[in-house]
């Protein structure tokens, strides 16, 4: 399979400070692919220089390269707002708009000028929610304010927007860690159906759900990447005595 | 390390302390079975045929911990292999138990006819069981996958002498039908030490999957 996703010497800096040594990884289309770690491993920086979304973070510094279908996405000339319309991201906390569930969804198609005519804008929309597992329950309400959704659904909503612009790869950074356990669950059967259409990676500090939800999990550690491999040979039997000393929590 | 992971290892620990008390209970009725078809002690016999009910118990208070230790704390990796490989095990001894009430039967039965002949492979049979059963459970006690590896090679000498009692019994059942009964049940308990030497090479396996995560069961080559 040709990966999607290749980092090749990646290394970052927050300042002087190096967050990311030298990590190669290749991530594979229409998978799941889990970076777990303790905290301040490096796996959300590394998630974020995936869509380039540690650019906007003063004084920082990227080394080595990221292809994405084969092209460098840190090349001179990248149009970083088209790379992250085809790299989404959903964030730990869910950050709906304080607009319309309808305009939350239909945010991104407007400001890229993808909305078309209104029918096909309701189209995207509805879709999109369907896509989220939340139309159902939002259907007869779509004008009402995201606010008013529970944490689950807003999350969902989250997805739905990232989901509008038709993103190729989606990047989940905890995506479910302010949820309860019946809203997770939805989560993760979200990502199982969404998998099929896209290129996952999920930050997740819940090593269940890294075993649950992923296809392949990469552990960091201290800002390397430590192990890659399939997800049920990191949980049942690792190659590094770091990954199990980890995953069985014998850590620190 | 957190507390409740200190919790998981040290429960762990006594539950595998636990596998090797079932261990050591199943080895030494074994023992007694042999012993008591040997010496044709009523008594030793009686002891092992109605003595199942400790070797039944542990047998469920292990099924029942392990359950417990999947279900709160969700093991990885190595701890996930140690609960799936004592789960089998235990699994196994029990096994081992309910065979020597079988040995003890049989023997009860032999114990009521003239002797057909000297015992020699039987016991010989009975020792090479013990000492695999023994060393399936220091090799899972001591991770030893050398020793585990030792015990998968024993089971082809089970299985000869196996053989080989069969055969020179058949002669006594040839030559005068009165001993048909009595060599019946020594063939029979022939088989069931061949049946222990079996667990014992379930639990070697059970042993190197646990350590290196390596199938060895049915001649695959593969692991993990």
Redo the contacts between chains.
Sequence with gaps: MTPKIRAQGLSFYYGAVRALHDISVEILPNLVTAFIGPSGCGKSTFLRTLNRMNDIIPGTRVEGRVFIDDADIYRPGVDVVALRRRVGMVFQKSNPFPKSIFDNVAYGLRVNGMAGSRSELAGRVEESLRQAALWDEVKDRLHESALALSGGQQQRLCIARALAVRPEILLMDEPASALDPIATQRIEELVYELKKAYTIVIVTHNMQQAARVSDHTAFFWLGRLVEYDRTDKIFTNPAEKLTEDYVTGRFG | ??K??RH?QEELELLLARLLEMGGLAEERVRDAVQGLVTRDPALIEKVKYGDEPVNRLHIEIDEWCFRLLALH????????AIVSAVKINTDLERVGDLAVNIAEAAQRYASHPPVKKLIDIPHMGNVAQAMLRDALDAFVRRDTRLAQQVLNEDDTLDGLKTQVFRELLTYMLQDPSTVEPALDLILISRHLERIGDHATNIAEDVIFMVS?QDVRHHTAG??
């Design positions: 390390m957190d409740a992971v998981f969700q093991p990885m990796a190595t701890d996930l292999r995560a692991g993990g």
